[in-house]
Nanobody, 115 residues
């Protein structure tokens, strides 16, 4: 499974971005997916997760009410809609997919929020 993120960039505080994660390869093996982020000098943290059907989602407390995770299984793509962005949201955002006993990661996309 290969994962490719896109949609990152520079945005002012209060603005919005939409991240995408396109999966290819053995996509039939993918179950749950999620978005993680890592800021400089900090550990990678879970931002949001979504089940295989998309019926259940979970969010870090810091992004609840501002971020929305979704997936389109027909397009093998997962999304993260980020609204009301804050400078503390600045990080590299990574796409993650669980398939069987394996976990897959994308290369990451930079999100920078200026104050």
């Amino acid at each position: 499974v290969q994962l490719v993120e896109s949609g990152g960039g520079l945005v002012q505080a209060g603005g919005s971005l939409r991240l995408s994660c396109a999966a290819s390869g053995s996509t039939f093996s993918i179950n749950a997916m999620g978005w993680y982020r890592q800021a400089p000098g900090k550990q990678r943290e879970l931002v949001a997760g979504i089940t295989s059907s998309g019926g259940i989602t979970n969010y870090a407390d810091s992004v609840k009410g501002r971020f929305t995770i979704s997936r389109d299984n027909a397009k093998n793509t997962m999304y993260l809609q980020m609204n009301s962005l804050k400078p503390e949201d600045t990080a590299v955002y990574y796409c993650n997919a669980e398939g069987g006993l394996r976990r897959y990661w994308g290369q990451g996309t930079q999100v920078t929020v200026s104050s």
